[in-house]
């Protein structure tokens, strides 16, 4: 059995600390990080080596993006793609010695007008979206796990408010339509929901609420998806809703699930 953890960093370098605090409070056995916002040799891989995370595979990327798994588990580099040819560090693969392959995906945010003519950034996501759908339908993935930001909340139970998020980028109804497209080309299945599958459900809240326990406006932008021949063997989901709370956190928290393979 092991336990995976994806968790939208938003600086791996100014959040050093919390990602140290997480491995030694909850002990995942993976963690994939994206928004790593360095390259990867100013990830500060020593740290995590002496908490027992001594493999990585990594993409970095000076400011934006990066994506990264720590391990405890031996695992090796599995390629990454460069999806809509962004030229951005936002996907990373490893193989586990199980076999089992795990996708880190950082998906982009898409801006903040929900209209490719004029929003370049929202054309960029549908057309990631896109693009994964079509890998998938070409090479249907077996015993894999896809984590990260998808940054999409795709239910009306993944927002505070369905309605008043329709027209609100992460939950418009044409993003949502391409990551179910892009979902069932592989025949992913959604472990959280899997785990939790009625209620409110949030992994991200932003920094522009002053109090964003009270307010709760949340959105579950990140997820652990499995491919059919071991979904079954996921169980024991959870999202760690407190760390939102520690001192200077990240928007997004950790999700979690274990699998008995």
């Known amino acids: ?3 995976i953890a994806t968790w939208n960093i938003n600086s791996i370098r100014l959040r050093e600390g919390l990602v140290a605090r997480f491995l030694q409070e909850e002990s995942p056995d993976i963690l994939c990080l994206q928004e790593c916002k ?4 100013k990830i500060p891989l020593t740290r995590f080596a002496e908490l027992g995370y001594t493999h990585i595979v990594a993409r970095g990327q000076k400011g ?9 588990l031996p695992l090796e580099d599995a390629g990454d793609r460069d999806y809509a040819a962004l030229g951005h560090a936002r996907h990373v693969a490893a193989r586990l010695e199980n076999g ?5 995906m950082y998906i982009p945010a898409g801006g903040d007008i929900p209209d490719r003519q004029v929003n370049l950034k929202f054309g960029q996501k549908l057309d990631f979206l896109t693009e994964m759908r079509d890998v998938f339908h070409a090479d249907r993935p077996e015993r ?17 408010s369905h309605k008043q998020l329709l027209k609100i980028v992460s939950h418009t109804p044409v993003e949502i339509e391409h990551l179910l497209a892009a979902q069932d080309a592989g025949g992913w299945v959604d472990v959280t929901r899997q785990d939790i599958p009625s209620g409110l459900l ?9 109090d964003w326990d009270a307010a709760d406006k949340g959105r579950r932008l990140d997820h652990i998806w499995a491919t059919p021949d071991i979904a079954s063997a996921a169980h ?5 809703r407190p760390v ?12 979690l699930a274990s699998f008995d393979l």
């Open 1 to 3: 059995m092991f336990t």
């Open 38 to 41: 360095a390259p990867v040799d």
């Open 64 to 72: 934006y993006n990066g994506v990264a798994i720590l391990s405890r």
């Open 100 to 104: 089992v392959v795990i996708h880190n």
């Open 144 to 160: 894999s796990i896809l984590v990260g930001d998808l940054n999409i909340a795709p239910r009306e139970d993944d927002v505070w």
């Open 202 to 210: 949030y992994s991200w809240w932003s920094y522009r609420a002053k």
């Open 236 to 240: 024991g989901s959870r999202i760690l």
């Open 244 to 255: 939102r709370g520690w001192e200077g956190p990240s928007d997004h928290v950790p999700v």
